[in-house]
């Protein structure tokens, strides 16, 4: 764990200093803009140079989204009093899986689902026993699926749903068996979802 914590540290200052170069990129692009749109009418390249500018616009928002999800892996090593809030780092978990999923065709989504749920697990503990469900998943799923994974409230604890192929089928990859021996080791339930389908982690408490 020390090592992780160091990584994140060091990760974490590198994606503030990603958000800062993007966000100096995002205004000089907005700057260009203006000065487009005051001066641009007799620039025979205008519309060439408009469409390059919503491209790089786009690619910045794309940019900052990503570091943002880094930078909240690079402090998901760290405990918290509170303990980690399930929905958040679901969101940043998908994000950063999206292009394992997109690589195998299919369509990855995070559910809106309950917020302010939290679980005694660091945020750490808790993105990789998800990513290894989603790591059973991904590896069964036909190209042009989609895959959903959303944050439930059952009997008082925190619950992630993955639904995918069904139960055993999932039980057949080489992950699952990890996942239900790392997710014992921390109090989290591992169960099939309903009617059999996908799968559901129940997850501890966090400490009174």
Known sequence: MRDALFMGRLTAGATH?????????RESGGLMEDLLAVGGEGFAHAERFKKGLCVLAEQVERGM????????????????PAGAEVNEAMRSLVGLYRRDAARKRVNLVLAAGRTGLRTSLRALELMGRAGLALDCALALLPQGS???????????????????????ALRGQEPFAEL?????????????????????LSLPKPQA
């Open 17 to 25: 200093e990603m958000q800062n170069i993007l966000a100096t990129i």
């Open 65 to 80: 989204a990503l570091s943002e999800q880094l930078n909240y892996c690079a402090h998901a090593p760290e405990a918290t």
């Open 146 to 168: 989609q895959l959903m994974l959303s944050v439930e409230e059952q009997g008082g604890l925190a619950v992630l749903r993955l639904d995918s192929p069904g139960y055993e």
């Open 180 to 200: 239900e021996r790392r997710a014992r080791a921390l109090g989290a339930g591992v169960s099939a979802g309903p009617g059999g389908q996908g799968v559901v």
